[in-house]
């Protein structure tokens, strides 16, 4: 999430807090390690000892979600309860990063969404920007409150999200175009995904036609330049 003084910014990339099997840690480090004191170690412990400190550890760090499904656009009262000790980590920060050790895992495209929401809803963030083309992402955001929103997910972000589960975020952005707080859609990707431009907004349609051939040809080249 990037953070502006007209606005924050939510990026799609990795949240500063790890999700793992549906918990979340907001520490960097599991347990000290035994410090070495001129050379020698001044502690010596058994590997039940460090099991049951790490134990120890994880009772006062982890938090558990209750749910990765996500919500409607309308905040109801405790549906993001399990994540309000987050808040306090990320108040004063610009960027959230949100990622995956796999792309292609249903589970964190749902878990994303929610707290996508969460972002959105409680905490102010209003832009989403994904690693793909920032034209075509753009672009695609341009129509999002016209089109449906399976079409906007093809358009702006690249092919190895476009999932079931990641729909429903789409969807929210759609819906979002109609309330005082539409969640914007961009990219920070150079690459191009399609065509920018089809001519469309055009009222001469020979003239639209020629641009829309131009794209396609520009597109083709910069595909085989490996840009």
């Known amino acids: 999430m990037l953070k502006q003084k007209t606005g924050k910014i939510l990026t799609a990339c990795m949240l500063t807090a790890s999700i793992i099997g549906g918990i979340v840690f907001t520490s960097s480090s599991a347990y000290a390690a035994s410090e070495a004191v001129q050379g020698k ?17 994880m009772k006062d760090h982890a938090y558990k979600l209750e749910s990765i499904q996500p919500v409607g656009t309308k905040g109801g009262e405790g549906q993001f309860k399990d994540l309000e000790m987050l808040k306090p980590l990320l108040h004063d920060k610009r960027i959230v990063f949100l990622g995956e050790s796999s792309h292609g895992v249903g589970e964190f495209n749902l878990a994303k969404t929610r707290l996508v929401q969460f972002l959105h809803q409680e905490m102010g963030y209003n832009v989403l920007a994904f690693e793909s083309g920032l034209g075509n992402a753009s672009i695609a955001y341009g129509t999002s409150g016209t089109q449906n929103a399976e079409q906007t997910m ?60 131009a794209e396609k040809k520009a597109f083709r080249v910069c595909q085989w330049n490996g840009s």
Do not use: H
């Not at 460090?50 to 134990?55: H, L, V």
């Not at 990641?166 to 175009?177: A, M, N, S």
């Open 154 to 213: 093809k358009d702006s972000i690249f092919g190895v999200w476009w999932s079931k589960e990641i729909l429903p975020l789409f969807e929210y952005i759609k819906t979002t175009q109609a309330s005082e707080q539409p969640l914007a859609l961009t990219g920070f990707d150079m690459q191009f995904q399609s065509p920018l431009l089809d001519g469309k907004w055009l009222k001469d349609d020979k003239l639209a036609q020629r641009l829309q051939d």
């Open 41 to 57: 170690v001044s502690e010596v412990r058994t590997s039940k000892d460090a099991i049951t400190e790490w134990e120890s550890w």
